[in-house]
């Protein structure tokens, strides 16, 4: 893991077209902004693994009844 220190107002950039800006820090709170294009999706991890569960539930044998449950 990179751990870099920013201030509000600052910036980093990934992989060329995605910029992450700190816009508020507030006690333990960081509120960051992301401009990244349309094609890259961005999750908070909590979603993501969710996302994930529910993939490799919908893959097991006994994924239809999961995903009966959803509806």
Do not use: W
Not at 1 to 18: D, F, H, P, Q, Y
Not at 42 to 54: A, G, H, N, P
Not at 57 to 70: C, D, M, T, V, Y
């Amino acid at each position: 893991m990179l751990a870099l220190t920013r201030r509000k107002g600052e910036s980093l950039v990934l992989n060329n077209n995605i910029e992450v800006t700190i816009l508020e820090i507030r006690g333990d709170q960081i509120k960051i902004g992301i401009t990244a294009p349309k094609e890259v999706p961005i999750y908070r991890k909590e979603v993501y693994l969710q996302i994930e569960d529910e993939n490799k539930a919908a893959l097991n044998p006994n994924g239809a009844e999961a995903l009966k449950k959803l509806f």
